[in-house]
C-alpha cells in the first residue's frame, strides 16, 4: 500500500506482487499472503529492521553518531529515533507497524510542532485534540502528518467562517465518541475472530497485520458510504421542517423501550449469556426501529431510545418490539414509554421535558404494553391513527353501516388510565395504547 503526501492509502490492497489474483475471501486472501516463505521472511525482516534501524542506501545505523546531527532532519535528530519514547525498546514492533498501516503515516511531531505547522495555537489544537476523545500526551513525538491536516482543516473551517470555534469543537467531539465507539466494536466484536489463526502453528501476530491490509480500504469506503447516506436522510428531515426554530427544537416522538427484570437477570446469567442476550436485543431494536422509518438515538443495555417525526411510525415501533420479543422464548418482557413534544437535539442526542417524561411513562408501564401521554394520544387521535374512544369507534361504525359506507378503519386503540403523580413532571394521565384489528 502506497501512502500519498495527505496520508491517505492508496493503490490495491489485494495484491502483493501478483497480478490479477482477486479471487476468495479477505480472510482467505491473508492467510494466503502470510502463509508464504516470502512473507513470513519480509514479516522477521521488518521486525529486525524495527528494532535495528539501517539506512537503506549504505547500510549504515540510521541514527547519526552521538554529536552529529544528520543532513536529512535540517539540524534535527531523525524523528524515528527521537520520539520520547514512543519507539523504544519496549514497544511492540507489530503494534507500531499496525499503527502506521492504519494511519497511513509515521509518527514525526509534538503536540507543539503539529499545531506549528498547522498555523494554529496550541490552546485550540488541544481543544480539538480532547474534543476527538485523544488523551494529552505531553511532547511525545506521536503525531503524523495526518494529525496536522486535520487540525488545518478545523481551523480553516472556523477562518473562513462556515464555523464558530465552538461550532468546529462539536464537530470535533461529535465525530469522535462516533468513531470511538466503532471502533472498539470492530475491534473487540468483528476482528477479534477474524484474526483466529487459519491454519495450526501461524500466530495472531502474522494474520493481523495483513488482514488490517486488505480490510481497511474497504471499510473506509463503506464508512463513507454509510456517513453520506445518514447525512442526506439527516439533512431532508431537518429542511422539511416549517420554520427556522422548529429546525433546532422539533415535535418528534420519543420512544423508550426497556427489558424487565434485568438487574435480576445480571445476577443469574453468565457474563456471556448476558452479552448475547443484549447484543439480541439490541440487533432486534435498531432493525425494526430502522425498517419502520424511525431513529435509533442510542442504547443502553437494557433499554433503547428511538425517536420518530410521526405518532403513528412510533406506535407501530413500540408495538412491533413488544410482539417480536415475546415470541422469543429467551427473551424477557419489555415495557415502552412514548411521548410526544417539542425536543432538542445535539450531537445525534436528544433532550427536554419529552424525553424525560418517556422515561418515566416506561418506568411504570406494565410488562409487555406501551404507555403514551396525552399529547401523544391527541396526535394519534388527530391522524385518525385512533379513535377518541372505542364508544366513539363504535358510533361511527353504526352510522357507516346505515349509509352503506366503509367505517373508518384505525390502527391503535386508546384507553385512559389513572392519573399519577410522576417525579419531576406532576401529574400526568397516561394512556394504555393497543393494536386494534
Do not use: C
Not at 501512502?3 to 501478483?18: I, L, N
Not at 439527516?234 to 426554530?245: H, M, N, S, W, Y
Not at 443495555?301 to 428511538?306: A, C, K
Not at 410488562?367 to 396526535?379: I, Q, R, S, Y
Amino acid at each position: 500500500m502506497t501512502v500519498d503526501d495527505s496520508g491517505s492509502g492508496t493503490g490495491d490492497p489485494a495484491s502483493d506482487g501478483e497480478p490479477g489474483r482477486t479471487s476468495g475471501s479477505v480472510a482467505d486472501t491473508a492467510a494466503a499472503r502470510v502463509d508464504r516463505p516470502e512473507a513470513r521472511a519480509r514479516v522477521e525482516r521488518v521486525e529486525k529492521e524495527e528494532q535495528h534501524p539501517v539506512d537503506a542506501q549504505d547500510g549504515r545505523p540510521d541514527s547519526p553518531p552521538e554529536g552529529r546531527t544528520d543532513s536529512r532532519t535540517d539540524g534535527r535528530t531523525d524523528s524515528r529515533t527521537d520520539q520520547a519514547g514512543a519507539e523504544s525498546d519496549e514497544d511492540d514492533p507489530l503494534a507500531l507497524r499496525l499503527e502506521q498501516l492504519i494511519l497511513g503515516a509515521e509518527r514525526r511531531y509534538t503536540p507543539f510542532q503539529a499545531a506549528r505547522s498547522a498555523g494554529v495555537s496550541m490552546e485550540l489544537a488541544s481543544r480539538f485534540w480532547r474534543a476527538m476523545g485523544f488523551a494529552d500526551i505531553g511532547q511525545a513525538k506521536a503525531l503524523t502528518e495526518a494529525d496536522v491536516l486535520a487540525l488545518r482543516r478545523l481551523a480553516g473551517l472556523v477562518e473562513a467562517g462556515l464555523l464558530s470555534e465552538a461550532m468546529a469543537v462539536q464537530v470535533a467531539r461529535s465525530t469522535g465518541q462516533t468513531t470511538a465507539r466503532l471502533a472498539e466494536w470492530q475491534i473487540d466484536s468483528f476482528l477479534e475472530g477474524l484474526t483466529e489463526p487459519p491454519e495450526p502453528g501461524m500466530t495472531r501476530t502474522e494474520v493481523t497485520y495483513p488482514l488490517i491490509e486488505l480490510l481497511l480500504p474497504e471499510l473506509e469506503e463503506f464508512l463513507i458510504y454509510v456517513w453520506r447516506r445518514q447525512l442526506a436522510a439527516a439533512t431532508g428531515r431537518v429542511v422539511q421542517a416549517a420554520d427556522d426554530e422548529e429546525m433546532v427544537d422539533r415535535r418528534l416522538a420519543v420512544g423508550f423501550a426497556d427489558l424487565v427484570g434485568f438487574t435480576r437477570l445480571t445476577r443469574r446469567m453468565e457474563e456471556e449469556e448476558l452479552g448475547e442476550l443484549v447484543e439480541a436485543f439490541e440487533t432486534t431494536a435498531a432493525d425494526l426501529v430502522a425498517a419502520h422509518g424511525g431513529r435509533l438515538i442510542k442504547t443502553l443495555g437494557d433499554e433503547v431510545l428511538y425517536a420518530a417525526d410521526d405518532a403513528s411510525v412510533a406506535a407501530e415501533i413500540a408495538l412491533r418490539l413488544i410482539e417480536t420479543m415475546a415470541n422469543d422464548e429467551t427473551m424477557p418482557e419489555l415495557r415502552v414509554g412514548i411521548a410526544f413534544g417539542t425536543v432538542t437535539t445535539r450531537m445525534g442526542d436528544v433532550f427536554g421535558t419529552t424525553v424525560n417524561l418517556a422515561s418515566r411513562l416506561t418506568s411504570i408501564a406494565p410488562k409487555d404494553a406501551v404507555l403514551v401521554d396525552g399529547a401523544f394520544a391527541e396526535e394519534l387521535i388527530r391522524t385518525q391513527d385512533a379513535p377518541a374512544s372505542e364508544a366513539v369507534a363504535v358510533e361511527e361504525a353504526v352510522a357507516a353501516e346505515k349509509e352503506g359506507e366503509e367505517p373508518p378503519v384505525y390502527r391503535f386503540g386508546l384507553q385512559p388510565m389513572w392519573q399519577r403523580a410522576v417525579r419531576g413532571l406532576g401529574v400526568v394521565e397516561p394512556w394504555l395504547m393497543s393494536r386494534r384489528g
